[in-house]
């Protein structure tokens, strides 16, 4: 009995020691009341927007106001490739990423359960054969490793409760050279009519997905209200 204390002793050290680095990536804190108590790299995170916001992601004006369609314009989306619509709420982007894919697939990944039902009664009724929802956690996407060519996340990553660690596993999904491209309303911008809490700004983005191992290509500088950001894995 006496060899195994050292041991046992050992896993402890290091399940502690595990811990507290996962600890220390995260300050918990007061912010925007609009926000949650824990911030990651300087920036508080928000609150997700739940199911409760389909209406708002479904409305008409969406296309006038983010330009929707420059946006999948800028993905350069070839026929036969896999995309990840990472926190695909309603199916908005997923619905549209289904008919530029070809024989190829759409991702569509939420931590939600009732996300995932409106998305399936949306593919029942639009006949959508090409979007496969998957639900993730808030930790993994849920995804297999070496798989996706294209990762899209639109206003959405910013309520990430767990950013790094999703931002790795994103990472291991992807192909290498796999592309995500990180869609977010501009922080930069005081006249863009979003909650200062939903935004981010370039400088954040780069410094959080480089923190995970990704490469920043460009920031595609053409949308309204929103950045929409390359980064490569690398």
């Known amino acids: 009995m006496h060899t195994l204390k050292p041991c046992i002793l050992l896993f402890t050290f290091l399940s502690l020691s595990m811990f507290s680095v996962g600890q220390d990536r ?16 300087g920036r508080q995170i928000a609150q997700v927007m739940s199911h409760y916001g389909i209406d708002w992601l479904e409305r008409e004006e969406r296309e006038r106001e983010e330009n ?54 949306r593919i029942k009724q639009k006949k959508l054969s090409r979007i496969v929802p998957v639900l993730s956690t808030e930790q993994k996407v849920s995804l297999p490793e070496n798989t996706i060519d294209i990762m899209l996340l639109v206003d959405v990553y910013h309520e990430f409760s767990y950013p790094y660690e999703m931002a790795l596993s994103m990472r291991s999904a992807l192909k290498p050279g796999g592309k995500l491209v990180l869609v977010e309303f501009r922080s930069e911008d005081s006249t863009v009519p979003i909650k200062t809490i939903h935004k981010m700004s370039e400088a954040q983005a780069i ?4 923190a995970a191992g990704f490469k920043f290509d460009k920031n595609i500088d053409n949308l309204p209200w929103q950045h929409c950001m390359v980064f490569t894995k690398q």
């Open 68 to 121: 929707t369609t420059l946006l999948l314009k800028n993905l350069a989306v070839k026929p036969g490739m896999v995309i990840a619509d990472i926190g695909a709420g309603s199916g908005y982007h997923s619905a549209l990423l289904s008919k530029m894919v070809g024989s190829g697939k759409v991702f569509a990944v939420d931590v939600e359960p009732e996300m995932i039902a409106y998305l399936n009664e």
């Open 207 to 210: 410094k959080e997905f480089k």
């Open 26 to 41: 995260y300050t918990i804190k007061t912010g925007d009341p609009n926000g949650i108590k824990k911030w990651y790299m």
